[in-house]
């Protein structure tokens, strides 16, 4: 197995994308999407694919910055991307709303970086909903399929969206992808993080380069054995299972709320019914 099984007709994935963006936002009848721009690669992907998809006027940005994680550097590298697509943008400094809430949670542990990383992706959330919500827009997420199916993002917030139009691209994908739609290569190819502490960093916290990552996961996918996979790439088997074991003890982060069967149609389970509007 070599990277080349992850290549993909990327103009035919843009025509797909953009599609499906224009045609969910006019079913919806929503005037356009919002979604954060970090100045990373998955935000300015989805930001650039909306831009194609919509009009310009109809897609709003905003820049989540705060105290702890923020860096001049992401900050102008998304900017670029707005001006270079000509996407409305708003900076927000979600500092003084987090201070609220620390001060506020008895139990809060300012030691506990998990948590408190946590609550900065769900503010950032509430924030994208309050103005899909006073805008009439729909949320636009920015999720890869390689953190999805990781479960490395924040349930309710980061992998909250309306939609998701990358979530079925392993991030080599979306770069691949990025470079397609005319990102600048400093961008496709810059580190990803989080940024929900200082000096976070993607690669380090799964503990595997994206590049071997999403191979295994493209095994996986195909049903292939730990022993098979671990065989094509050259790699320990240790290191194919973990990742199996990461990949299917966070399911619970990818699914809606479980209900108990008790009716005749269950919400989400046998009652599903077409999207009418927003």
């Known amino acids: 197995m070599t990277p080349s099984v992850l290549n993909l007709d990327f103009f035919e994935i843009e025509t797909k994308i953009t599609r499906f963006i224009k045609e969910y936002v006019a ?148 770069r691949r992808l990025a470079i397609k739609l005319g990102i600048p290569e400093i961008i496709a190819v810059k580190p990803s993080t989080p940024a929900l502490w200082p000096n976070q960093s993607a690669e380090e916290e799964l503990g595997i380069k994206y590049d071997t990552l999403d191979l295994i996961l493209y095994g996986l996918e195909r049903f292939m054995s730990i022993n098979e996979i671990a065989n094509q790439l050259s790699i320990e088997q240790d290191i194919v299972e973990t990742v199996k074991n990461r990949w299917l003890n966070n399911e619970h982060k990818r699914q809606m709320p479980i209900i108990p069967k008790l009716s005749f149609r269950t919400v989400g389970n046998d009652f599903r019914l077409p999207i009418q509007n927003y």
Not at 94 to 116: D, R, W
């Open 27 to 174: 079913n919806s009848q929503a005037e356009g999407v919002v979604l954060g721009l970090s100045g990373g690669i998955d935000s300015a992907t989805v930001a650039a694919l909306c831009s194609k998809a919509l009009k310009s006027k109809n897609v709003l940005t905003l820049l989540l910055p705060e105290e702890e994680t923020k860096k001049p550097k992401d900050i102008d590298d998304a900017m670029a991307i707005a001006k270079q697509f000509n996407i409305k943008t708003q900076t927000i400094d979600i500092t003084p709303i987090l201070e609220g809430f620390y001060s506020t949670i008895p139990a809060y542990n300012q030691k506990n970086q998990i948590n408190k990383g946590n609550i900065k992706a769900r503010i950032r959330m509430v924030v994208l909903y309050y103005y899909a919500n006073k805008f009439n827009k729909i949320v636009c997420g920015s999720s890869d399929k390689s953190e999805t199916l990781m479960g490395y993002f924040t349930k309710w917030g980061d992998g909250a969206a309306d939609i998701s139009p990358i979530m079925d691209l392993y991030k080599t994908q979306v």
